[in-house]
Nanobody, 124 residues
């Protein structure tokens, strides 16, 4: 059984940088495409970014590319999301997700495993 555990997050000021990480246990890290989603208060969960099993390809939602960077460190079975130039509208619960996908990226609605989520609060 695959388990995903997010860490990091917390509170920050607009304009600051912050990162969240996601550790994977119980699976084969190198077989999984992974992604980040977020859910802001009162809104539906939305796709943020995704990365292939080997980190060779990344994908970002419109509006976050350039400020958000997704990357992974295989030796640590961990994926990261670096957020720069934080905006108040980045406030959300951030979820990591994984799908067994040794090639490419899955459709955005076909991630199999999900973490519990971690809160990011950006104040002005």
């Amino acid at each position: 059984q695959v388990h995903l555990l997010e860490s990091g997050g917390g509170g920050a000021q607009a304009g600051d940088s912050l990162s969240v990480s996601c550790g994977l246990a119980g699976g084969i890290f190198s077989n999984d495409a992974m992604g980040w989603y977020r859910q802001a208060p009162g809104k539906a969960r939305e796709f943020v970014a995704a990365i292939t099993w080997n980190g060779a390809r990344t994908e970002y939602a419109d509006g976050v590319e350039g400020r958000f960077t997704i990357f992974r460190v295989s030796a640590k079975n961990t994926m990261y999301l670096q957020i720069n130039s934080l905006k108040v509208e980045d406030t959300a619960v951030y979820y990591c997700a994984a799908a067994m996908m040794p090639h490419g990226l899955p459709p955005r609605n076909e991630y199999t495993y999900w973490g519990q989520g971690i809160q990011v609060i950006v104040s002005s």
